[in-house]
């Protein structure tokens, strides 16, 4: 069985209060101006998690690696937070929020059928992607459960970390391309089976790795961390 990621229009009521909050945390606004080089290609993305629930720490581990390292060959390095640790002065090159819903833990894992509906999914107000994404815990984790329960205990929460990170990093893809259009394979695609989600590896392919690297926000991005020269 697959269940997919999606992408999700905010209702009009909210999309005024999203686009006004985009003013401070959007992508390549604000603090971007000032950021700079640091070595890499880009300057550090801020990325920001809220978490319904508390999470495991072997769990935020994983998808945090996960994270890291499917994003590595992009250029892109991310500079984690929690939500509640936001600060206006803080420098990035940008600035993403990760929303995960319901439970992230593997306690209480039993027997029981697949739940339907998205993975994940990013917010959209007309027609624009914006840094806004979500991860749904509770669906990743019914998903997964029957056959994560055939996992020694250490090893199930590293393995459930690395599935939220990977369906993360699918919308840091719709975030990162500008998108809504998915791929035909690789992590960039819409449907995910069980073994994708707990395979020892599952990242970009080749194709959507150059697609992503030319992509125009990650041109910015690149431009915005180039290092400043001083005038003469």
Not at 38 to 44: I, L, N, S
Not at 48 to 66: M, S
Not at 89 to 111: L, Q
Not at 186 to 202: I, M, N, P, Q, T
Request: contains cysteine.
């Amino acid at each position: 069985m697959t269940l997919k990621l999606a992408a999700r229009s905010l209702p009009k009521a909210l999309s005024v209060g999203i686009r006004l909050t985009g003013l401070i945390v959007a992508l390549l606004v604000g603090s971007s101006a000032n950021a700079q080089g640091t070595g890499g290609v880009f300057a550090p993305v801020t990325l920001y998690t809220d978490f319904q629930q508390g999470i495991p720490q072997a769990v935020a581990n994983a998808l945090r690696n996960e994270v890291d390292s499917a994003m590595l060959d992009t250029g892109l390095e991310f500079d984690w937070h929690e939500l509640s640790d936001f600060r206006s002065e803080r420098v990035s090159a940008a600035v993403v929020v990760a929303h995960f819903g319901g439970r992230c833990d593997v306690v209480g894992m039993v027997m029981k059928g697949n739940q339907p509906g998205s993975l994940g999914w990013t917010e959209i107000s007309d027609g624009k992607i914006l840094p806004f994404t979500h991860v749904d815990c509770e669906r990743v984790r019914t998903f997964l459960q029957t056959t994560l329960l055939g996992f020694r205990t250490e090893e199930r929460e590293r393995a459930f970390g690395r599935a939220l990170g990977r369906v993360l990093v699918h919308e840091l893809f719709h975030v990162f391309w500008s998108t809504q259009k998915h791929g035909t394979g690789g992590v960039a695609k819409e449907k995910y089976a069980v073994s994708d989600l707990l395979a020892e590896h599952f990242q970009f392919n080749e194709k959507q790795m150059r697609s992503l690297t030319a992509a125009k926000t990650l041109a910015a991005l690149r431009a915005s961390s180039k290092p400043l020269k001083a005038s003469r």
